[in-house]
């Protein structure tokens, strides 16, 4: 197993869409993220064989066996938006994870359906531990439809991230949640869509608002912005200039759809370019 820079932990999905299954999951995103950055790539994750994932090609994925993958479909009615899980894969036992990748400088944990712990063992040392705890904080009915709830997660758990990436639709929109995160984790970056992103940090708080694009689909922009926003933290040890880059990439993503979305290697050297004028 060849040594790596970013480790992201999550189940790769199969998402049903009108034309047919696909590629889905924070962890795709982000591990594609990462590739395009120039970082030497790996994924442990859960998931069956139902279909291909030759986008992941070049990227080391370690797979716990499973009967078939998580799977989301997304349902259109009058009143908005549904969304069900229709399967879900097992959990993802931090055993899978090979020695020698858990000294690997970014670890991101990037959960979709509870899959994954919170709190790593105590032999995984990263330099920067990432989280997109967006997984954590939905559940499902007997009929697989999803809705939010809360994450309970220690204090403890906590003050060990380096940086958590969340939306504001993951805490309903509700400020006195974020506040409780903006003092239990040192960076705290809350997405909003279109408004861009607020970021705390030391007490501090930021607003950045992304370059106007125009929006065809916003599916995975909050895992390109955090695979963008970990990367450039740990090489510039600057949460404001690694929020304006993340905001510039995550912007580009927006305008494809699906796996299309991931910025390519040229459009992310551009953006590195922009912030540093």
Not at 119 to 148: A, N
Not at 179 to 202: C, M, N, P, Q, S
Not at 262 to 270: A, G
């Amino acid at each position: 197993m060849d040594s790596i820079d970013y480790l992201v932990i999550g189940h790769i999905t199969v998402d049903i869409t009108p034309s047919g299954p696909v590629m889905g999951g924070s962890a795709a995103y982000a591990a594609l993220t990462a590739r395009a950055l120039g970082l030497r790539v790996g994924v442990v994750t859960v998931r069956g064989n139902e279909i291909p994932i030759p986008q992941l090609d070049g990227i080391q994925v370690i797979s716990g066996e499973a009967e078939f993958s998580t799977t989301f479909e997304n349902v259109y009615t009058p009143a908005g938006r549904v969304q069900f899980i229709r399967r879900v894969a097992p959990k993802i036992d931090f055993s899978l994870v090979p020695e020698a990748w858990r000294r690997t400088k970014i670890i991101h944990l990037a959960p979709v359906a509870q899959e994954v712990d919170a709190s790593l063992p105590v032999d995984f040392h990263p330099e920067l531990l990432g989280m997109t705890p967006q997984g954590w904080m939905r559940k499902w009915d007997d009929e697989g439809r999803v809705s939010s709830c809360d994450w309970i997660v220690s204090e403890k758990i906590l003050s060990n991230v380096g940086a958590l990436v969340m939306s504001v639709e993951d805490v309903a929109r509700d400020e006195e949640k974020i506040e409780l995160l903006v003092h239990a984790v040192k960076i705290l970056a809350i997405t909003e869509g279109a408004a861009g992103v607020r970021l705390f940090w030391y007490g501090d708080s930021r607003r950045f608002r992304p370059p106007i694009v125009t929006e065809v689909d916003p599916t995975g922009a909050g895992d390109v912005f955090s695979a963008a926003f970990f990367f450039r933290l740990v090489n510039t040890r600057d949460p404001w200039e690694a929020a304006r880059f993340a905001n510039r990439v995550a912007a580009i993503s927006v305008t494809r759809p699906g796996m299309s979305a991931v910025p390519s290697v040229d459009e992310i050297q551009r953006c590195l370019i922009e912030v540093m004028d």
